[in-house]
T-cell receptor, first 109, second 113 residues
Framework: DAKTTQPTSMDCAEGRAANLPCNHS???????VYWYRQIHSQGPQYIIHGLKNNETNEMASLIITEDRKSSTLILPHATLRDTAVYYC??????????FGQGTELSVKP | ETGVTQSPTHLIKTRGQQVTLRCSSQSGHNTVSWYQQALGQGPQFIFQ???????GRGNFPPRFSGLQFPNYSSELNVNALELDASALYLCASSFQDSPGEQYFGPGTRLTVT
């Protein structure tokens, strides 16, 4: 049970912002939202995580709705190298990451 | 800072054989997790080690076992290989107090024939 719902695939034009949505309507009050991505044939890469507040780092921004039932990962200026599968994960206790199917993001020139 | 490394990169085994996969943690990380990723699927959690003890296990049979060493490196052992063990095996390291922020290695591609 991944506890998250994401679109199967999305396209984005190079240089534009990529906004990847995630629904986690059953999230508990103390569960964080994590985002990872996996470029083809590589291991997953940690991107960002948050609990309630919006977060930003050098890779992306994470917007979490006030009711915490959904979130959006924003890549502000997508490049071809951002083409990957993006996973939204609600952490289960003990650091066991439960990956769903993720969103396959294709950045096109 | 050295990232997570795994060996070997690729491996071919025959059904019924045993296999050992190895992982070196990112410098300073004290927790190691192992995942299995079948083709076209997301990674599935196998187990986690902290202080050389198993610290959580997913829905995998006892044929899947592991070790963590004092230097935090780790091994994944699989006995009596079955065809459905063919997958990418991923190791991830983290700090125990930030367990959701995991850093993955490139994986070992295991093929069972």
């Amino acid at each position: 049970d991944a506890k998250t719902t994401q679109p199967t695939s999305m396209d984005c034009a190079e240089g534009r912002a990529a906004n990847l949505p995630c629904n986690h309507s059953t999230i508990s009050g103390n569960e964080y939202v994590y985002w990872y991505r996996q470029i083809h044939s590589q291991g997953p890469q940690y991107i960002i995580h948050g609990l309630k507040n919006n977060e930003t780092n050098e890779m992306a921004s994470l917007i979490i709705t006030e009711d915490r039932k959904s979130s959006t990962l924003i890549l502000p200026h997508a490049t071809l190298r951002d083409t990957a599968v993006y996973y939204c994960i609600v952490r289960v206790d003990g650091g066991k990451l439960i990956f769903g199917q993720g969103t396959e993001l294709s950045v096109k020139p | 800072e050295t990232g997570v490394t795994q060996s070997p990169t690729h491996l071919i085994k025959t059904r019924g054989q045993q296999v050992t996969l190895r992982c070196s943690s990112q410098s300073g990380h004290n927790t190691v997790s192992w995942y299995q990723q079948a083709l076209g699927q997301g990674p599935q959690f196998i187990f986690q080690y902290y202080r050389e003890e198993e610290n959580g296990r997913g829905n995998f049979p006892p044929r899947f076992s592991g070790l963590q060493f004092p230097n935090y490196s780790s091994e994944l052992n699989v006995n009596a290989l079955e065809l459905d063990a063919s997958a990418l095996y991923l190791c991830a390291s983290s700090f125990q107090d930030s367990p959701g922020e995991q850093y993955f290695g490139p994986g070992t591609r295991l093929t069972v024939t």
